[in-house]
């Protein structure tokens, strides 16, 4: 069955990076588009960026545009997302996701804070 696992979250400073993995098993990863989400406490789950099967186009939210970047690589099923200048406010559960078949699958969460 489709697995998603996240890991790479953890505590960093204001201005600091993170890098989350995502590793997929279960399905023909390749040819899936992909994508990260997060959840803030007592907020909606928002999008923040998502990458064509190819990783040949990508997409994010205004709020992270220039500071996350999404990369996928298809040999290790794997898709990340680089954040960099990282803010207060992006602390959240970061989850990835695919769309298969009409439902949304996603992983148990990797949690990001940004403190100082």
């Known amino acids: 069955q489709v697995q998603l696992v996240e890991s790479g979250g953890g505590l960093v400073q204001p201005g600091g990076s993170l890098r989350l993995s995502c590793a997929a098993s279960g399905f023909t990863f390749s040819t899936y588009a992909m994508s990260w989400y997060r959840q803030a406490p007592g907020k909606e789950r928002e999008l923040v960026a998502g990458?064509?099967?190819?990783?040949?186009?990508?997409d994010y939210a205004d709020s992270m545009k220039g500071r996350f970047t999404i990369s996928r690589d298809n040999a290790k099923n794997t898709v990340y997302l680089q954040m960099n200048s990282l803010k207060p406010e992006d602390t959240a559960v970061y989850y990835c996701?695919?769309?298969?078949?009409?439902?949304?699958?996603w992983g148990q969460g990797t949690q990001v804070t940004v403190s100082s």
């Open positions: 996701c695919v769309v298969r078949v009409g439902r949304f699958y």
């Open positions: 990458i064509t099967t190819d990783g040949s186009s990508t």
